[in-house]
């Protein structure tokens, strides 16, 4: 996985960090480190200026997808694990073309996420056994906390606009590289939409593509 520190290099960041400070508030380094509470800029898993996600930094590198020993299956989705003497041995998927199917194997890792991943868990007959039998789900492994203590990662998006007097020209000249580079109509009538925007907004210019 590649974790990179985002730029952040507008004055508009500057700006916004020494007024939480004048506030009271303090910055930290590292919102995964010792100390997460606090301001700072996003760690972000970018590469080459593209997410970097589990799939791209694991299996589409080098010839991962050609082992013999791996499988891939697209547009499937587990309904259920499989135990065996109170142990997952498998799961039970379907596909996108329909049917059921099972999967085995000497170790099963669940990572469907925060929701998923208990969901799956109880439906499988693997959790709270009170709980379950009031969903009319058969009990197979007792387990209480499975589904308990979520907590929400909430985020408040705030978007800031900065006009210079040099940006007028920055956009002009991106939309006459824009305008040789895109042979999509549709994305540069997308590009003559913003220009005009800025244009109407915060300046007297005008931009012809002929």
């Not at 041995?89 to 099963?108: H, I, K, N, P, Q």
């Not at 705030?158 to 991106?174: G, K, P, T």
């Amino acid at each position: 996985m590649t974790l990179e520190r985002g730029p952040a290099t507008n004055e508009l960041f500057g700006a916004f960090f020494e007024a939480v400070q004048q506030a009271g508030y303090s910055l930290t380094d590292d919102v995964n480190g010792w100390k997460q509470e606090g301001f700072a800029k996003f760690d972000r898993m970018i590469r080459g200026g593209k997410r970097c996600s589990a799939s791209v930094a694991y299996l589409h590198t080098g010839s991962v997808l050609s082992r013999p020993n791996l499988t891939v299956m697209c547009n499937a989705t587990v309904s259920r694990l499989l135990l065996s003497d109170g142990r997952v041995s498998g799961v039970e998927y379907s596909t996108a073309l329909g049917g059921c199917d099972w999967a085995r194997g000497a170790e099963v890792i669940v990572c469907g996420g925060s929701i998923n991943s208990p969901q799956l868990l109880q439906v499988s007959g693997i959790g709270d056994g009170k709980l379950l039998k009031q969903a009319g789900i058969r009990p197979l492994h007792q387990l209480g906390g499975v589904g308990q203590n979520l907590q929400d990662h909430l985020e408040v998006m705030c978007v800031c606009e900065r006009w210079r007097d040099d940006m007028a020209r920055e956009i002009q000249l991106r939309l006459l590289s824009a305008s040789q580079q895109f042979i999509d109509n549709q994305t540069l009538e997308r590009y003559h939409q913003i220009f005009n925007h800025f244009a109407s907004n915060h300046h007297s210019f005008t931009f012809n593509n002929s």
